[in-house]
């Protein structure tokens, strides 16, 4: 027991002592963000902005007791005094709205749930003296049909209100205030991590730049060289050791800062890819900091449809004042059928454009295509197991360049041969290529030294190559 506990104190001291502490640089800034509709020569007069909301619904109800300083009628303030009091709590649903924004044809331009339907509740009687629940109750009796229909008021006004914000926003260019966050890990005696504490500081000020200044050169510059500075240190990364300068972590964040800086100079594909880059490193994880890389993910797909939609319109600040017409209940399911046909239309550009841009950054070599298929888990490791009815014809060279992986699953895929930049693959502990066509094995495979389990069943191997096998991987359990 005392032997187990001292190792767990070992273990847990060496976490500490080789785990990099990240720092980070605050910034006050702002980005450019785009109008949802394509303003280029709109005719503005010709646009109709309106809201149609559902009904509220009026639930249960429930006594409270409290105490109000009360007189009787005639009498002065002075002969006041508190007492036990009675009212009600009345839940209720909130509506939810739509809005929509059409052309002088009828064509839908955007669409958009403004409001969502929620909990809520209110007070009855609270401020009123009623000193019994039977007359709680009859009061109620009395005003519920006034008091529901007040309730409802304040709520399609709120509704309304909420609408018209939002359109205000939604047709113009402006300048979105946010406070952003750039990552360096801290220099520790294993590590001197200055000059990355350089760079941070050099994008930090390039983000002071840009503020409220979308174009400005020397802002623009110094996010440009931070982003080539950081790509140049990531090609030290090692995510299978966590004593290595660039690690998992530190890896995850500067592909982090990368994306944010690509966000900021509107190249929103390449944010994207980063961004994915940075939430494939911690696949499987979810933390605060994957959270953000999604929300900024999700960020840049958004604005991305926007960029695309308007990128050729003049950006002008001036505000378009488009006023909301409120169709209250009746027009509430129409509303709703053309949001779902301009929400899946919407939806549909956003993943077309996403994924031109992967197929760009694919062919470009920018990203490996075979990155987005790997998954990780604390017992596993990095693993990569294509399942597909297309198979692969071949060992995908690509995958040789995937360096983190521990393990493969390549099995009936129809691969006649291992290529030799297998040898790449200097963390790989399990290759399973059973059910191929394989009948030679490169020398190079004797260079994964971690490569315990090799898996070569149903394969047309000759005894010469397992022989060969035996001699190249002497500590590995080759499956044939």
């Known amino acids: 027991m005392k032997k187990t506990a001292l190792l767990l104190l070992i273990s847990l001291f060496a976490i500490t002592t080789f785990s990099q502490k990240i720092e980070d640089i605050v910034v006050e800034t702002s980005y450019l963000t785009y109008p949802r509709i394509p303003v280029k020569d709109i005719n503005w007069s010709s646009l109709k902005a309106e809201v149609a909301h559902s009904e509220i619904s009026v639930g249960d109800k429930a006594i409270l007791?409290?105490?109000?300083?009360?007189?009787?009628?005639?009498?002065?303030?002075k002969d006041a005094k508190v007492i036990e009091n009675f009212?009600?709590?009345?839940?209720?649903?909130?509506?939810s709205a739509i809005l929509v924004l059409t052309d002088n044809s009828g064509k839908v331009l955007f669409s958009k749930y403004t409001s969502e339907s929620g909990e809520s509740s209110v007070l009855f009687g609270k401020d009123e003296c009623y000193f019994l629940e039977q007359i709680l109750t009859d009061v109620w009796k009395k005003q519920e049909e006034g008091f529901v229909n007040d309730v409802a008021t304040d709520e399609y006004k709120a509704v309304q209100t909420t609408a018209q914000n939002y359109m205000d926003e939604a047709v113009i260019f402006r300048y979105v205030p946010e406070s952003?966050?750039?990552?360096?890990?801290?220099t520790n005696k294993d590590h001197n991590y200055d000059r990355l504490t350089e760079i941070a500081q050099q994008a930090a000020k390039g983000y002071e730049l840009l503020k409220d200044d979308y174009q400005?050169?020397?802002g623009k510059a110094l996010l440009e060289k931070s982003i080539t500075e950081w790509e140049k240190e990531l090609e030290a990364t090692d995510l299978n050791d966590r004593k290595s300068r660039i690690n998992k972590k530190v890896a995850g964040t500067l592909r982090a800062n990368i994306a944010l800086a690509y966000a900021y100079l509107q190249e929103f594909d390449k944010a994207i890819i980063q961004s994915r880059k940075a939430l494939t490193i911690y696949t499987g994880t979810t933390n605060n900091r994957t959270l953000k890389w999604e929300a900024l993910n999700d960020r840049c797909r958004e604005q991305n449809t926007y960029y695309l939609m308007n990128k050729d319109a003049q950006v002008d600040l001036t505000e378009h004042k488009i006023m909301v017409e409120n169709r209250g209940l009746e027009e509430f399911d129409s509303f709703k059928t053309q949001y779902k046909t301009y929400a899946a239309n919407q939806q549909g550009a956003e993943i077309m454009a996403a994924k031109d841009a992967h197929d760009?950054?694919?062919?470009s070599g920018e990203i490996n295509k075979y990155e987005g298929m790997i998954t990780q888990t604390a017992?596993?490791?990095?693993m990569l197991m294509?399942?597909?009815f297309q198979k692969l014809?071949?060992?995908?060279?690509?995958v040789c360049e995937l360096t983190q992986l521990n393990q493969i699953y390549f099995s009936n895929q129809g691969i006649n041969s291992i290529p030799p930049e297998i040898k790449n693959l200097k963390n790989l502990n399990k290759l399973t290529l059973s059910n191929n066509n394989i009948s030679i094995i490169p020398d190079e495979i004797g260079e994964l030294t971690e490569l315990k389990t090799l898996n070569l069943k149903g394969n047309p191997l000759p005894q010469s190559e397992l022989d060969k096998l035996a001699r190249l991987l002497p500590n590995c359990k080759v499956k044939f």
């Open 379 to 382: 017992t596993q490791g990095y």
């Open 87 to 95: 009212y009600y709590s009345i839940k209720y649903t909130t509506p």
């Open 216 to 218: 400005n050169a020397e």
């Open 360 to 363: 760009k950054a694919v062919e």
């Open 386 to 388: 294509y399942m597909s």
């Open 180 to 186: 952003v966050e750039v990552f360096s890990p801290k």
């Open 65 to 77: 007791k409290g105490s109000n300083l009360c007189k009787a009628k005639g009498a002065s303030l």
């Open 393 to 398: 014809g071949e060992f995908p060279v690509e």
